[in-house]
């Protein structure tokens, strides 16, 4: 019965990798033996376990793969179980991402999934290089900037500045918000990143001070008054993170008083996420749409039985059915996916000037600054012990630091932007040590 069982879940699987199109990838060789690769060899990496990524890990495990790994920081709440289908009500209060990978693997034999309860930024950077490809099912602009960041580092040019292949990390990014949707595949250095097109994303909504502090109206504007103004009053100096529970339970708290001193009523937890993180009701469908749609990109790259998306998919179903692709264009420019920020040093500058540059440099504006050469730790910031490994470093020339190489690719990773708008990313530069001979032009020879 289990034979039969096996497949069945295998058949229409088998008729894209068990034999040959003409749509199929130049490197397409079908047969027992893809499948089978993918099943023992593939590894991919599912980010985010939420209403998207419930979806994801369960069209993934039927889409043959075997070796699925999960991250997600959140624990389930009542208001998850309406769309969100691998949660019960006895789930509430758990890990998302432990859960979720417990029910699929339930469900589909042979699967194995790890899950990870954490912050993505908890990670350290080589984590996210031992997987084949990466799908993201995330609700926020910050995190998906952040593994783009991650997963262009790994990227690395030759001396003409073509990307090498065997360095390209493959994203399927999904996203829905209510009817719409988008799935988009990102192969950096060869289609647009998400930084490229950055612009795509509309800004948040915001609202005058002058009324959230005077003339409230609406439950939004309570939330927006404990968020923006009260917290400041009360934690001077305390940099608000919505992704702490703690944090967001107080503005709740402080929005509800606000809320009743004006006689407005529909403040709740969940209104309260939405408004802080900016985050719009997903619905089922829209979800198990833009899934079956990333899961299949997914398969598609990492087999190439098929040509691929080219490049992002738009999803509307709000007045019947309408979906689009189009076709954007990869900034060469583009400080994330490019071939790095050009650095100029002198040769005697140490690491820490270097590292106090980085924070008044106008395409980076980077603070609390941990960086690594070839795979070496010169400086982080954390955790304590590995800051007080590599403090050492911070009076040495970086010039030596890099055993004397004239020009080469250093990577960075802390916050950048301005005022409380900063967020984690992770940026490649090339460094270029000035009046120093260069007889190897191979900018990512050490990347």
Same mark, same amino acid.
């Given at each position: 019965?289990?034979?039969?069982?096996?497949?069945?879940?295998?058949?229409?699987?088998?008729k894209?990798?068990?034999?040959?199109g003409?749509?199929?990838?130049s490197?397409?060789?079908?047969?027992?033996?893809?499948?089978?690769?993918?099943?023992?060899?593939?590894?991919?990496?599912?980010i985010?376990?939420?209403?998207?990524?419930?979806?994801l890990?369960?069209?993934?495990?039927?889409?043959?793969?075997?070796?699925?790994?999960?991250?997600?920081?959140?624990?389930?709440?009542?208001?998850?179980?309406?769309r969100?289908?691998?949660?019960?009500?006895?789930?509430?209060?758990?890990?998302?991402?432990?859960?979720?990978?417990?029910?699929?693997?339930?469900?589909?034999?042979?699967?194995?999934?790890?899950?990870?309860?954490?912050?993505?930024?908890?990670?350290?950077i080589?984590?996210?290089?031992?997987?084949?490809?990466?799908?993201l099912?995330?609700?926020?602009?910050?995190?998906?900037s952040?593994?783009?960041s991650?997963?262009c580092?790994?990227?690395e040019?030759?001396?003409?500045?073509?990307?090498?292949?065997?360095?390209?990390?493959?994203?399927?990014?999904?996203?829905?918000?209510?009817?719409?949707?988008?799935?988009?595949?990102?192969?950096?250095?060869?289609?647009?990143?998400?930084e490229?097109t950055?612009?795509l994303?509309?800004?948040?909504?915001?609202?005058?001070?002058?009324?959230?502090?005077?003339?409230?109206?609406?439950?939004?504007?309570?939330?927006?008054?404990?968020?923006?103004i009260?917290?400041?009053?009360?934690?001077?100096?305390?940099?608000?993170?919505?992704?702490?529970?703690?944090?967001?339970?107080?503005?709740?708290?402080?929005?509800?008083?606000?809320?009743?001193?004006?006689?407005?009523?529909?403040?709740?937890?969940?209104?309260t996420?939405?408004?802080?993180?900016?985050?719009?009701?997903?619905i089922?469908?829209t979800?198990?749409?833009?899934?079956?749609?990333?899961?299949?990109e997914?398969?598609?790259?990492?087999?190439?039985?098929?040509?691929?998306?080219?490049?992002?998919?738009?999803y509307?179903?709000?007045?019947?059915?309408?979906?689009?692709?189009?076709?954007f264009?990869?900034?060469?420019?583009?400080?994330?996916?490019? %071939?790095? &920020? /050009?650095? +100029?040093?002198?040769? !005697?500058?140490?690491?820490?000037?270097f590292?106090? @540059?980085?924070?008044?440099? *106008?395409?980076?504006l980077?603070?609390?600054v941990?960086?690594?050469?070839?795979?070496?730790?010169?400086?982080?910031?954390? %955790?304590? &012990? /590995?800051? +007080?490994?590599?403090? !050492?470093?911070?009076?040495?020339?970086?010039?030596? @630091?890099?055993s004397?190489? *004239?020009?080469?690719?250093?990577?960075?990773?802390?916050?950048?932007?301005?005022?409380d708008?900063?967020?984690s990313?992770?940026r490649?530069?090339?460094?270029?040590?000035?009046?120093?001979?260069?007889?190897?032009?191979?900018?990512?020879?050490?990347?």
């Amino acid at each position: 019965m289990a034979d039969s069982t096996s497949q069945s879940r295998s058949r229409d699987l088998d008729k894209l990798l068990l034999r040959p199109g003409n749509l199929v990838g130049s490197t397409f060789e079908p047969g027992t033996q893809l499948r089978e690769d993918i099943k023992e060899i593939v590894r991919v990496l599912v980010i985010g376990a939420g209403g998207l990524g419930c979806e994801l890990l369960k069209d993934l495990a039927f889409s043959g793969f075997r070796n699925l790994e999960v991250i997600d920081m959140d624990r389930i709440e009542v208001t998850n179980l309406n769309r969100q289908f691998l949660f019960r009500l006895g789930d509430v209060g758990k890990p998302k991402a432990e859960v979720a990978a417990k029910r699929v693997m339930e469900r589909v034999s042979g699967v194995d999934i790890k899950p990870h309860f954490c912050r993505i930024e908890d990670k350290p950077i080589s984590f996210y290089n031992d997987f084949s490809i990466i799908v993201l099912g995330l609700d926020s602009v910050e995190a998906r900037s952040y593994i783009n960041s991650v997963a262009c580092s790994f990227l690395e040019y030759d001396s003409d500045d073509n990307p090498r292949e065997e360095t390209i990390k493959p994203m399927v990014d999904g996203g829905t918000e209510g009817f719409k949707g988008h799935a988009r595949i990102i192969m950096p250095g060869v289609t647009p990143c998400f930084e490229c097109t950055i612009w795509l994303f509309p800004p948040q909504v915001k609202f005058p001070l002058c009324t959230l502090a005077e003339t409230p109206r609406t439950a939004a504007h309570c939330i927006e008054y404990a968020h923006l103004i009260k917290w400041d009053e009360v934690h001077s100096g305390k940099t608000f993170d919505p992704d702490y529970p703690e944090h967001m339970q107080w503005v709740y708290s402080e929005a509800v008083k606000r809320a009743e001193l004006f006689g407005i009523p529909g403040v709740t937890y969940s209104l309260t996420q939405g408004v802080v993180k900016n985050i719009i009701p997903a619905i089922a469908s829209t979800n198990a749409i833009i899934s079956a749609v990333c899961s299949l990109e997914t398969l598609k790259i990492v087999s190439g039985c098929s040509k691929t998306l080219t490049n992002y998919l738009t999803y509307n179903g709000v007045e019947g059915l309408h979906t689009k692709v189009t076709e954007f264009v990869r900034d060469k420019d583009c400080i994330v996916c490019g %071939p790095g &920020v /050009l650095i +100029e040093l002198e040769v !005697s500058i140490t690491l820490k000037k270097f590292i106090d @540059l980085l924070e008044d440099h *106008p395409k980076l504006l980077l603070t609390r600054v941990s960086v690594t050469y070839r795979g070496d730790n010169l400086y982080m910031q954390a %955790p304590p &012990v /590995l800051e +007080e490994m590599t403090r !050492s470093n911070l009076d040495l020339p970086l010039f030596e @630091l890099m055993s004397k190489t *004239p020009t080469d690719i250093v990577h960075v990773t802390g916050a950048a932007g301005k005022g409380d708008k900063k967020q984690s990313c992770s940026r490649k530069l090339r460094v270029v040590f000035k009046g120093v001979g260069v007889t190897d032009m191979d900018m990512a020879g050490g990347a």
